[in-house]
């Protein structure tokens, strides 16, 4: 099945140190959304982005949907071990139509 | 307010056999939609009803149906199970149709042997 291309695919950081990561495709997008997920869990929602150049914010995390509607950037500013996980983009063409993926990001935090 | 939630949260099957797995989504939400997640994969997409009509279907074979009942929850079948169907199944949530957030439950771990 057809997935976008996130990088990078892992992170191995120290604690307080900021974290970036980038998700792209060559199709246009009206919707990104970021999802964190931890093993054996479902994906969680952080941030949802709905239109081109939008920054939004949520605590430490903060996502931007690019000016191209081909891509979405997220940073995590001061890592702490609890955001130890998998973090997956996802992005939608059109109301309606599915949600589609990002093989994810495998962030590791060394405190 | 209960998030989405899923039934059984872990099964084993062995090939060839059936199997039914539920969602009661969000209470107020419309929409659900149904994911496959393999182990190291994102999640890919398998169905999406929307007032107990099938809204879209993903690249998976006829193996595969779900349904939506009045009260919006929904169940996924798989019938002649293969060993590649060994996955995580996720249920998402959303208000409407157009879906523009959806909320995933804890997932139903399916193994296949």
């Known amino acids: 099945g057809q997935q976008l291309n996130q990088s990078p695919q892992s992170m191995f950081i120290q604690e307080g140190e900021d974290v970036s990561m980038n998700c792209t495709s060559s199709s246009i997008f009206n919707t990104w959304l970021w999802y964190k997920q931890d093993p054996g869990e479902g994906p969680v929602l952080l941030i949802a982005?709905?239109?081109?150049?939008e920054l939004t914010s949520n605590g430490r995390l903060t996502a931007q949907f690019g000016i191209t509607r081909k891509d979405s950037f997220l940073n995590i500013s001061a890592s702490i071990p609890s955001d130890v996980g998998i973090y997956f983009c996802a992005g939608r063409r059109q109301a309606g139509t599915a949600l589609i993926f990002g093989k994810g990001t495998t962030l590791s935090v060394s405190s | 307010d209960a998030g989405v939630t899923q039934s059984p949260t872990h099964l084993i099957k062995t090939r060839g056999q059936h199997v039914t797995l539920r969602c009661s989504p969000i209470?107020?939400?419309?929409?659900v939609s149904w994911y496959q997640q393999v182990l190291g994969q994102g999640p890919q997409f398998i169905f999406q009803?929307?007032?107990?009509?099938?809204?879209g279907r993903g690249n998976f074979p006829d193996r595969f149906s779900a349904r939506q009942f009045p009260n919006y929850s929904s169940e996924l079948n798989v019938n002649a199970l293969l060993l590649g169907d060994s996955a995580l199944y996720l249920c998402?949530?959303?208000?409407?149709?157009?879906?523009?957030?959806?909320?995933f439950g804890p997932g139903t771990r399916l193994l296949v042997l």
């Open positions: 009803y929307y007032e107990k009509e099938e809204r």
């Open positions: 209470s107020g939400h419309k929409s």
């Open positions: 998402a949530s959303s208000l409407s149709f157009s879906g523009e957030t959806q909320y």
């Open positions: 982005l709905y239109k081109a150049g």
